[in-house]
């Protein structure tokens, strides 16, 4: 029996430089603004480096052809077992496909065996679809991206917020700095380092002027003056001699201008990113997805730290491909140091040009939704709206300067909302541990977009939701995030978790009939050190009185049986009950 057909899942093939991706995704609303994959799978075959196996450019081989008609055949089945309509499946090729010396012969055997016509990117589309793949991961992007490739890098600033993408208007500068052929580079000019320094060093400056990055981007930001002599001649990376790079902190530079963000994507960069999780500070690093992972320009650019790292066996979602490409992205790496503009923070992306195509196709409307918003909306209770007020309500308004609180944006707790009763089907015990892992090899693992600090943030309120009630092995989990986040934000999720298991009390099934909300709240400061938290109910109390009485003291004591680290952050929370 034929499969009935999807007319919103879209199928795309990306035929990259490193290896090529199969992917499915469902562009249903109202999820489509999180991209939600159906299926995925890769080819792990270099198209780049099949065109020098013996050591100089030649025609792709024929039994490299075959192995990707092979796989391509193997893909159409699959969207015929999905019920993918025909025109919505497309081949994206890119730069190893692009220069590849048979590449119109390759391209023409692929549509004679599959019916599939390939797309081939230029260097400048290629440049726009990949910064549209960093704009997808990320609910808002201001800053410089880079996808590094195996065959080149693309290089462009971005400013994407409600679901409007603004960037360069000749979109982004490719340059031939690709993992794969900068290794080569390497490897053919070993005594030629400083030249190549030097000349990548100009083109990316170069670049960077061409893309005339605007006013609210930057200001007096370049690290390094032509007169000062480092952009050229010595080393600054610790690659060549015993001393490791420093890099100039905030601290060093301050009253000098704005810093700017840089947003990478690409396989080379997301094999360095997983060796800075393997080096964080929290060990075992606890979110296993590199989307929205965040680090400080100071540690991205320790090289000799992650290279002594990509030396140990087995890094996580680091191949042998990767590591032999080590070598080439600290040197690039090291390049940027002396030629990006200042730079405060570093955010690895998952989105590439599959991501960039589907999301080029979005309007702007859908997105403009934030993703954890969109992701949870499928589990909201009927109230969750009503809910998220009342859980505003017991943050404390007007306090900028705690900087912490601004973590707590409307869309982390329109997430809390949703997800509040998405747990209860589930047996006592295992309620407060599935909540903690939900955001990373739970509900929501899967959901693209999502930064680590609200993936952490979330785990820790809805398991603190359900009492917090976990065993060794889920208590040494709940540690490692509150560490990721620090224990100003993990208090603050913890206290919000505790909040919303009151909320729950009194809204079991996360609605109800009668037309007065049962439970509102508002909160300040009484001093530095503590909440005042003030609960107006309106029902009966001797219905839920006691019940109720239990949960705030539950959360009045927050403090108590919870292992806080001595010295670390607390506060105080004193609540009163009002019945109206």
Not at 32 to 61: H, M, N, W
Not at 151 to 176: C, F, H, K, N, Y
Request: hydrophobic share 40%; with cysteine.
């Amino acid at each position: 029996m034929a499969t009935t057909l999807n007319v919103n899942y879209r199928a795309i093939v990306d035929m990259g430089s490193n290896g090529i991706r199969f992917s499915i995704t469902d562009l249903s609303p109202p999820t489509a603004r999180i991209l939600p994959t159906v299926y995925q799978d890769r080819l792990g075959l270099s198209l780049y480096q099949a065109q020098y196996e013996t050591g100089r450019k030649a025609a792709i081989d024929f039994d490299v052809v075959e192995q990707v008609i092979a796989s391509l055949r193997r893909f159409k089945l699959t969207c015929e077992d999905f019920g993918v309509h025909p025109d919505n499946i497309r081949i994206l090729a890119t730069e190893a496909t692009r220069e590849a010396t048979n590449s119109l012969e390759l391209r023409s055997m692929i549509q004679q065996a599959t019916g599939w016509e390939v797309e081939l990117l230029s260097k400048e589309e290629e440049g726009r679809v990949g910064a549209m793949g960093i704009a997808s991961s990320f609910s808002s992007v201001k800053g410089l991206v880079i996808d590094l490739g195996g065959g080149s890098m693309q290089l462009s600033w971005m400013i994407a917020e409600d679901g409007q993408v603004r960037t360069s208007e000749i979109g982004a500068v490719s340059l031939p700095y690709g993992a794969a052929a900068l290794t080569n580079r390497l490897a053919d000019a070993p005594w030629g380092e400083q030249a190549l320094r030097r000349d990548m060093q100009e083109t990316i400056r170069r670049a960077l002027e061409e893309l005339k990055l605007p006013l609210e981007l930057h200001g007096q930001l370049w690290p390094l003056s032509e007169e000062s002599g480092e952009s050229g001649g010595e080393d600054q990376s610790g690659l060549g001699g015993e001393e490791e790079s420093k890099p100039v902190s905030k601290e060093q530079v301050e009253g000098e201008g704005p810093f700017l963000s840089l947003y990478l994507t690409g396989g080379g960069f997301r094999g360095w990113g997983h060796l800075l999780m393997s080096a964080d500070r929290v060990q075992p690093y606890p979110i296993p997805i590199i989307n929205g992972f965040e680090v400080s320009w100071e540690k991205f650019t320790n090289i000799k730290k992650i290279q002594k790292v990509a030396k140990t066996n087995n890094v996580f979602r680091v191949s042998e491909q990767r590591v032999h490409q080590i070598p080439a992205v600290a040197f690039l790496v090291s390049v940027l140091t002396e030629t990006l503009p200042r730079v405060l923070d570093v955010f690895f992306c998952q989105g590439g040009v599959r991501e960039g195509k589907l999301y080029t196709g979005l309007p702007p409307h859908i997105r403009a939704l934030h993703p954890l918003t969109t992701a949870t909306l499928a589990y909201a209770p009927p109230m969750a709206d009503e809910i998220r007020q009342v859980l505003q309500g017991a943050l404390p308004k007007g306090e900028k300067d705690l900087w912490y609180l601004q973590n707590f944006h409307p869309d982390l707790l329109s997430a809390v909302a949703n997800l509040m009763y998405y747990h209860q089907p589930l047996i006592k015990e295992a309620r407060a541990a599935a909540a903690l892992r939900s955001t990373t090899s739970g509900v929501l693992a899967g959901v693209h977009s999502l930064s680590h600090t609200d993936r952490a943030l979330l785990g820790l309120a809805l398991c603190e939701r359900w009492r917090g009630e976990l065993g060794p092995a889920d208590m040494a989990f709940q540690g490692l995030l509150q560490s990721l986040v620090g224990y100003e934000l993990a208090w603050w999720a913890k206290y919000l978790g505790r909040v919303s298991g009151m909320i729950g009390e009194l809204y079991p099934a996360g609605s109800h009939n009668s037309g007065a909300p049962r439970i509102l709240l508002s909160s300040c400061f009484k001093d530095r050190k503590t909440v005042y938290l003030m609960i107006d109910v309106s029902i009966d109390p001797n219905v839920c009185g006691k019940a109720l009485i239990k949960n705030v003291k539950r959360v009045e004591k927050i403090n108590k049986k919870t292992i806080w680290p001595e010295g670390s952050f607390h506060l105080n929370v004193e609540a009163d009950i009002r019945h109206t």
